[in-house]
């Protein structure tokens, strides 16, 4: 057939989101009724048809001649092939043609489009030599970019053979991501000579995307952390080894080298649309000539679709007894906290949830929250996952990666999900509050859906595309400061928080669930090794300095370490027995040194008290005066809240006490507040009473009882409110010799925690307001803030004097 001969009806193939060229090879995918159709013509004689682009909008249900460019190319059908549900016709595109009239034919059964179309001659408006050059150009860039490309080498190879700008354009635009639109653009020009630089044009534009894109994938890459970037390795080791596989026979006894990904997509159980998306990736796969990069994208995407849980897993009936039970086989003590969770898992069972609200854990470390996590779950009889939230920056830690990036992967909430291959695990999100929000979006963001039971049936993930239901997950967040964790996030969360341990709690957590630990990690036997009660408590004084238990097991494994190398030598009686003195010997010099109450304290100096998250301590304040200008310096790098509680400090005490010192020169005296242990950085409010005695007993030249340890925020009008921590201030305060503690009268409810042989050691006793405080640290009664406000006034009128400046 000579197409220059054309001038004739034809049917037409309407092609979407793409343009067909001449002089190349096309596969093209119809519908069940083109290809009735077509099957009929063909069995006529039928050789070819008109194919032409839709334009936007256009409907192939409802088929609308004006949506149809008037330029398109003249097929020659090959074959007709059903395949999996799809018809594909294969064909040769063969020239330009134009489309003088199209119309819809209603005779058929259905409508068919009928086009006449004549010829369209390209203009050849560059000589042979030229058009050579051009040539060996576009292939030089085409070799450019294939180089970037794993696997391209056939595709490419197949370059060589082509002799024609025509021939090139055809074989490699359907490979150029261009809209319809300029595509269909470029098929319209009549120049050669354009369409040529037209085309260089765009192959060199995608060239610069890629080399881009390479770069940013790169600049990724550097950027993920460790983990990631071990998860994708192992990911691709996986798919080296499947790969190797396939061509060993003793892998393949039945010559099978391919999974049976329809097998497994029917085993999965996923909702209709969802192995719908499989199905039509495992098409994808089918269609993927040997070699193709896309082969092992595919592959993982279809693994992870089939490797996820989809369907619901049976609930067990939970036994609250069994699960108190088991809750107190994996966690010493904290039994409020027990509580709290076994009375959230009665309310789980009473209202049938398989979520229940989620719970956060906040706690210093150490102290069992990962722990308690696993508890649950057993408690549950649930799978148990855990991802680490600590320094993840990048929402797409948690959302994943499109997989159009180069070494896409899930985020780890899918990840995890994998792992459980379970539909309801327990699944503990660890370090919630160490979630860096910085400009790869905000990871909270993400955390936010993940958590939100109103939208987590649908959570969307950017490599798995298609929205996985978490709404039968039971999370559990942990933390180590709730300050940092954001609102939003924190509204969604129950909180329980655990307190430090005391040093009795970590004897008994120590003896019997750590030892039991670090024995088996060392393969020593309970009767071969025992440290004596003493020992065990040095160890817990004088080499951890922490809140929880992580530290101490760290050196009940030194311990072990040496045991197990005297049990193996045999040079010692079993079994190995640790004393007090031999401590030295094994764990070296005693790491920690506590600061201890004073014997005597000069005017200026109090004793507060401190929290920290590896637990309490003492802390002095120390003031002092000289002749200045008013100037107020603090150090001891001191945090933004601290200075303001020394700022509210000096406020208070010249507006309640300035006046009863009329020689007292403010603005001629600097003022030094100083907080030693200057290197470790403090903040917090709650020494406020502690820099108002302070100042007090520096000014007013009286003393403190140094064995007197106060704890306390205060505010401009005298108030004493309630603080943080309490325990572990006490026990810090207990263990450096402190008789006397002043707290304020609201946290008298937090005293109950104590133990009791702890507070039978101490005195203690509540403040509301700094006159409270005044006369249990100086003995000094003060004046009622009503009966000062007029002789503050009196002394300071409002233009007066220079005030001390931060
Ligand atoms: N009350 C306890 N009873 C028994 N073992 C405990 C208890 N508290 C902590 N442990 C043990 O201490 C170790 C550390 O606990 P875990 O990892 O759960 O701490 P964590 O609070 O999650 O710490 P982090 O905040 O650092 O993540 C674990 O081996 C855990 O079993």
Aim: charged letters at 30%; hydrophobic letters at 40%; glycine letters at 8%.
């Amino acid at each position: 057939m000579n197409s220059d001969s054309l001038n004739k009806e034809m049917m037409v193939i309407p092609i979407t989101q793409t343009v067909l060229f001449p002089e190349s090879n096309a596969q093209i995918r119809v519908s069940h009724d083109l290809a009735r159709q077509l099957k009929q013509r063909i069995e006529k004689g039928e050789t070819m048809a008109v194919a032409l682009s839709a334009k936007e909008g256009f409907d192939a249900d409802h088929v609308d001649t004006d949506n149809l460019f008037s330029m398109g190319t003249l097929i020659f059908f090959d074959s007709l092939i059903s395949r999996r549900g799809h018809d594909i016709l294969y064909a040769k595109v063969h020239s330009r043609v134009a489309v003088e009239s199209v119309r819809t034919d209603h005779r058929t059964t259905e409508d068919a489009i009928i086009a006449r179309v004549v010829p369209a001659k390209e203009h050849i408006d560059i000589d042979p030599g030229d058009q050579d050059r051009m040539l060996a150009y576009i292939k030089e860039i085409a070799y450019e970019i294939s180089a970037h490309f794993k696997g391209s080498e056939s595709y490419i190879k197949d370059i060589e053979k082509i002799n024609s700008i025509q021939g090139i354009l055809g074989y490699l635009m359907p490979n150029i991501p261009v809209s319809v639109k300029e595509k269909q653009h470029l098929l319209e020009m009549d120049s050669l000579k354009q369409k040529g630089i037209a085309f260089m044009d765009m192959l060199l534009q995608h060239k610069e995307s890629i080399t881009l894109q390479i770069e940013m994938a790169q600049k990724f890459s550097d950027q993920a952390n460790k983990n990631y970037r071990k998860a994708f390795l192992k990911e691709q080791l996986k798919n080296i080894q499947e790969e190797l596989n396939e061509d060993d026979p003793d892998h393949n006894p039945e010559g099978k080298g391919k999974k049976d990904y329809a097998h497994l997509i029917k085993a999965a159980n996923m909702p209709e649309d969802v192995e719908q998306t499989a199905l039509d990736e495992l098409e994808k796969l089918n269609e993927q000539g040997q070699g193709s990069h896309e082969i092992n994208i595919i592959k993982n995407y279809l693994d992870l679709l089939v490797a996820l849980p989809w369907a619901a897993t049976e609930e067990t009936d939970i036994d609250i007894k069994d699960a108190s039970g088991l809750l107190d086989a994996h966690h010493y003590g904290q039994e409020k906290i027990k509580e709290r969770i076994i009375q959230h898992l009665s309310v789980m069972k009473l209202k049938k949830e398989k979520q229940g609200s989620i719970l956060l854990l906040v706690g210093p470390p150490g102290t069992g929250k990962t722990s308690l996590g696993k508890g649950i779950a057993e408690a549950l009889q649930r799978e148990y996952v855990r991802i680490s939230l600590g320094g993840v920056r990048d929402e797409a830690e948690i959302r994943g990666h499109r997989r159009t990036y180069v070494g896409a992967l899930p985020g780890r909430i899918i990840q995890g999900m994998k792992k459980a291959g379970k539909k309801n695990p327990v699944f503990v999100l660890d370090e919630v509050d160490k979630l860096v929000s910085a400009f790869h979006g905000d990871p909270s963001s993400a955390l936010l859906e993940v958590l939100d039971p109103e939208q987590n049936n649908t959570f969307s993930d950017h490599y798995l595309e298609v929205p996985y239901d978490l709404s039968d997950v039971f999370f559990v967040a942990t933390a180590n400061d709730k300050s940092s964790i954001p609102a939003p996030l924190l509204d969604r969360m129950e909180v329980i928080e655990l307190s430090g341990y005391t040093a009795d709690e970590k004897f008994h957590i120590g003896k019997d669930f750590l030892m039991k630990l670090v024995l088996e990690a060392h393969g020593i036997e309970t009767h071969q090794l025992e440290i004596d009660d003493n020992a065990f408590r040095t160890i817990i004084d004088k080499y951890t300095l922490e809140a929880g238990v992580r530290a101490l097991r760290g050196q009940l494994a030194k311990v072990a370490r040496v045991a197990s190398q005297r049990i193996v030598s045999g040079d010692t009686e079993l079994p190995f027995q640790v004393s007090c003195d031999m401590l030295e010997d094994i764990l070296g010099r005693p790491v920690i040194r506590h600061d201890m109450a004073q014997e005597k304290n000069q005017p200026g100096v109090v004793t507060g008290l401190a929290w920290t998250p590896m637990g309490g301590e003492i802390l002095f304040i120390e003031a002092t005066h000289m002749p200045g200008t008013g100037k107020l310096t603090l150090t001891g790098r001191l945090g933004d809240v601290m200075k303001e509680s020394a700022a509210i400090s000096l406020s208070l005490f010249r507006s309640r006490l300035a006046f009863t010192l009329p020689d007292f020169e403010f603005d001629k005296k600097d003022l030094h507040i100083h907080i030693p242990a200057g290197s470790l950085p403090k903040d917090g409010p709650s020494a406020g009473a502690a820099m108002f005695a302070a100042i007090t007993s520096l000014i007013m030249g009286r003393k403190i009882d140094p064995k007197l340890a106060m704890t306390g925020e205060i505010t401009l009008r005298g108030h004493v409110l309630p603080v943080g921590g309490i325990k572990e201030k006490v026990l810090a305060a207990r263990r450096a010799g402190i008789r006397k503690i002043l707290l304020p009268r609201e946290n008298e409810k937090d005293l109950k925690d104590i133990p009791d042989n702890v507070k039978e050691e101490l005195e203690f006793k509540t403040i509301d307001t700094v006159e409270d405080l005044i006369k249990e640290t100086l003995g000094l009664e003060l004046p009622k803030p009503e009966a000062l406000m007029l002789g503050t006034l009196k002394l300071f009128p409002a233009s007066g004097g220079t005030f001390f400046r931060i």
